[in-house]
């Protein structure tokens, strides 16, 4: 089958994309990502997206090569190249290509790199998230600026590949005994009908669903505290979820080989995830 990307201002088949072996981003991981979930064709949140990708480039003196109406324009039409009712659009953007690979930002001028394509998104629904996940803990051997949403993550793959040899969905990570996210996912906490989860600051990206949980979490009068929490309070945790574009809200059910609470998804995770689905389904009859 023939996908269609888009790459520097075209449309074109998959197997016809090509980047030079002199960008920055294949010689350095010198560039950065968004994924912008698309529901029914209506892309998620397109401004918390476009907002935080603009914080990104913007942290690393890249010139962000389009407009907010462009990006959705880029959402739209690849969703419709494509027969999933529900996808995944991924943004690239590098420094771009120039003679001479060097450490320091190159003084001439190259436009950006800007590659995209979209993947299918499955729309999970209560009964497949209560299947729950099981997790392991890893050291996060990261680095300081987490925030920025950059395309270098070999860290959180060789984290993710510690899980899977483990058998398990996810590393959480833990930095100086303080649970920071997962490989590739946030976390949140639950304790004493209280939910917990680490700040939104440069030692984790703040997810997009992560952000729309915690609105949730306001909405249905539940406790949530954006705050620092120590690995203690994660092994003895009632409860805990992990959220992203793809595992929506999902409850850990295991962790380091013991049962998460009772082992079975709880209560206020149940009333959580049932508002997160009912938001996504409705989300594409509104205009956002």
């Known amino acids: 089958m023939t996908y269609t990307v888009y790459l520097d ?5 998959e197997e016809k994309a090509r980047v030079s072996a002199m960008d920055r981003g294949f010689l350095l991981g010198d560039g950065i990502y968004e994924v912008m979930p698309m529901y029914h064709g209506v892309p998620f949140h397109l401004d918390y ?3 935080r990708l603009s914080r990104s480039l913007a942290a690393v003196s890249i010139e962000n090569p389009l407009t907010r109406d462009d990006y959705r324009h880029i959402c739209e039409s690849l969703y419709h190249h494509h027969d999933s009712t529900h996808q995944s659009i991924y943004f690239q953007i590098t420094r771009g290509a120039y003679e001479t690979r060097t450490h320091y930002f190159p003084d001439e001028k190259a436009d950006p790199t800007l590659f995209a394509f979209a993947k299918p998104l499955e729309l999970h629904g209560l009964s ?20 920025i949403k950059v395309i270098s993550l070999l860290a959180n793959v060789m ?66 505290h954006e705050t620092l929490v120590p690995e203690a309070d994660l092994l003895s945790a009632d409860e805990i979820w992990l959220t992203s574009t ?43």
């Open 246 to 288: 793809t595992k929506m809200v999902a409850p850990v059910l295991q962790l380091n080989q013991h049962a998460v609470g009772d082992g079975k998804p709880g209560e206020i995770w149940q009333q959580t995830a049932s508002a997160f689905i009912r938001y996504i389904e409705g989300y594409a009859t509104h205009d956002k």
């Open 159 to 224: 984290a993710r590949e510690y899980s899977k040899q483990q058998h398990v969905d996810e590393a959480i990570l833990l930095r100086d005994g303080i649970v920071t996210e997962g490989s590739h996912t946030n976390v949140f906490v639950v304790k004493n009908d209280e939910v917990f989860t680490h700040p939104s600051n440069e030692h984790i990206l703040g997810g997009i669903t992560r952000q729309v949980t915690i609105q949730m979490l306001k909405d249905l009068n539940i406790p949530c």
């Open 128 to 147: 497949t998230l209560s299947k729950g996940l099981a997790a392991v803990t890893h050291a996060d051997l990261r680095w300081q600026r987490c925030d």
């Open 9 to 13: 201002g075209r449309f074109i088949p």
């Open 49 to 51: 997206h476009f907002d």
